[in-house]
């Protein structure tokens, strides 16, 4: 079995995608430092494969404790790349904080893949944040759209860190990256027993939906209805975390398959969904009724931003079909296991 390894492995993405690695039949190693997660994740994981991932909890900005995973676990084809800090919000107040764990972490994985590995094959876990708000005629937003100046250092650090491997790729013969810009990542695994863990307060828009619709919070403000666009409430690409979990799957195969140096995909669905158009599939879906108002602008929010996926629909023979309604059902029934 082809070994590979995901850092960030009991994250919200990263523990999706253990889930779909071990049933295309690869051997997962998983590491997690346990800042943004539970190790009772692990257990959620292990409830859906039927055994529990080979796991170190370890800090990947800690280069002597990262390389343990190597001695430990040889012949390490693949990684993928999800441990990073991603508060928006969180990274403007704690900007050296973002940039040394986020930075620290890629650049201990990059050397001990290349100098460790069995493969020296990197897909790192990017955002559509690099994009900024492109210009109208930009959207649909291609891999080959200009990207903006970062409006927060969380997304400076995924702009630096695809810079990175791009330096790294020419620079180490035998590395290959792979870069996948996830649009909004949404829902819950069908069996309940993983999800979004949001620490504390949620910044993303369903997680607090959720738990408002679960008593947990008093209201949902819709940050603005006032934009231009159809109903005046931003538009963004909501991809169901399965969805994308899957492509992850398939962008490892195609690395391991044709070894290609660099490569970007936008994985999103295609479509465009508001926040009030997102807040009524919910009710919809759902038939609970949520307490919602509209407050003012979010600083910072871009305007629109969707996906035109082709590329990876095309490259990597996967699409994001998943109905609006199920993921969001997902993501109740996700809200109710938690009670
Ligand atoms: C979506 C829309 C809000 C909360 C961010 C990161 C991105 C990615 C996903 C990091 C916006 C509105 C939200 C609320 C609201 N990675 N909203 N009320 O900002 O598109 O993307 O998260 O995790 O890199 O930038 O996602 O879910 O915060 O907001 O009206 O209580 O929902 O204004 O229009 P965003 P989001």
Same mark, same amino acid.
């Not at 390490?76 to 999800?82: K, V």
């Not at 990207?147 to 590395?175: F, M």
């Not at 209201?219 to 994308?244: A, H, M």
């Not at 929010?301 to 490259?315: I, S, Y």
């Given at each position: ?186 829902? !819950? #695994?069908?069996? =309940?027993?993983?999800?979004? %863990?949001?620490? &504390?307060?949620?910044? +993303?828009?369903?997680?607090?939906? *959720? ?35 899957? !492509? #992850?799957?398939? =962008?490892?195969?195609?690395? %391991?398959?044709? &070894?290609?140096?660099? +490569?970007?995909?936008?994985?999103? *669905? ?39 996926? =082709? ?29």
């Amino acid at each position: 079995m082809k070994r590979v390894l995901l850092t960030g492995a009991t994250g919200y993405i990263g523990s999706h995608v253990a889930v779909e690695l071990t049933m295309a039949g690869y051997d997962v190693i998983g590491v997690d430092n346990f800042s943004n997660s539970t190790p009772k994740v692990l257990g959620g994981i292990e409830k859906i494969i039927g055994k529990r991932i080979d796991f170190m909890e370890v800090d990947c900005t800690d280069y002597a404790a990262f390389e343990k995973v190597f001695e430990k676990y040889p012949d390490i084809e693949a990684a993928i790349h999800f441990a990073a800090y991603k508060a928006v919000g969180e990274s403007v107040a704690k900007p050296v904080m973002y940039y040394r764990n986020n930075l620290d972490s890629l650049v201990n994985l990059i050397e001990l893949m290349t100098l460790k590995g069995k493969g020296a094959n990197i897909v790192f876990s990017s955002s559509a944040t690099v994009y900024g708000q492109p210009a109208d005629d930009e959207l649909p937003i291609r891999e080959s759209t200009p990207l903006q100046p970062a409006t927060s250092p969380y997304g400076r650090t995924k702009q630096i860190a695809e810079e990175i491997l791009q330096d790294c790729v020419k620079a180490y013969p035998n590395l290959n990256a792979t870069a996948l810009r996830y649009f909004n990542p949404i829902g !819950a #695994h069908p069996t =309940a027993h993983i999800g979004e %863990l949001p620490n &504390g307060v949620p910044n +993303n828009l369903v997680p607090f939906i *959720t738990q408002t619709a679960a008593g947990i919070r008093e209201c949902l403000s819709v940050f603005g209805n006032d934009y231009n666009t159809p109903d005046g409430s931003c538009i963004r690409d909501y991809i169901y975390v399965v969805d994308l979990a899957k !492509a #992850h799957v398939k =962008a490892v195969e195609k690395m %391991l398959r044709e &070894g290609i140096r660099w +490569n970007v995909f936008n994985l999103g *669905t295609g479509k465009g969904l508001s926040v009030l158009e997102l807040v009524n599939a919910f009710i919809k879906a759902t038939g609970v009724q949520l307490n919602y108002k509209i407050a003012g602008r979010r600083q910072g929010d871009v305007e629109q931003c969707w996906a035109d996926p =082709a590329k990876a629909n095309r490259e990597l023979g996967w699409s994001a079909d998943t109905p609006i309604e199920e993921v969001l059902l997902s993501a109740w029934r996700w809200q109710e296991s938690l009670k």
